[in-house]
Structures are given as C-alpha cells and as structure tokens.
C-alpha cells in the first residue's frame, strides 16, 4: 500500500529527470573530450536514444540505477513500498 497520496505520488515521479543525468552527463563529456559528436534524445529513432553517433551509424542508451537496478550494484536501494511488484521485475 503506497504512503503517498495519488498527487504526491505524482508529483515526486516526474521530478525523476529523463535527461541531462550525472551519468549521461559523464559519458557525453567523455566522448567530445574525444573528438566524438553526437545528437541527443532523437525522437525519430526507436527507445528515443540518449547519444545518437551518426557518423558511426551508433546509439547510446545510459541506464540509471533508479530504474534498471542490477545485481551488486551499489547505488540501487529497493523501494519500501509495493515491494512485491519491484522485487518481481528485477532481472
């Protein structure tokens, strides 16, 4: 049973950013450190990728830990609520 009322719970949800993320951000200025350019989030492209390289025919998606919490990973936490239904969609 969640805590939060459905506005709340709304409200918290779309603060969680899409875009412009501490790793996206790393692994961008990664890449132009490097001579590599790139577009990002195109949306003509399938899964709307982070970092399109069209020279090289290439996409990079970057997965936050909030949302694709894998096995030893150290910065996912399991939420507290619905437990059941996280613990279930793990990989």
Request: aromatic share 14%; hydrophobic share 30%; charged share 30%.
């Amino acid at each position: 049973m969640d805590k939060l009322t459905k506005e709340q719970r709304h409200r918290c949800m779309s603060a969680i950013k899409g875009r412009d993320t501490k790793p996206e951000l790393l692994v961008r200025k990664f890449l132009f450190s490097r001579g590599f350019r790139y577009r990002l989030n195109d949306p003509r492209l399938p899964g709307h990728p982070d970092l399109v390289l069209r020279k090289y025919r290439t996409v990079i998606f970057v997965n936050g830990c909030f949302w694709h919490g894998h096995e030893g990973c150290r910065y996912y936490v399991l939420p507290k609520t619905n437990v059941e239904f996280w613990r279930n969609d793990l990989p």
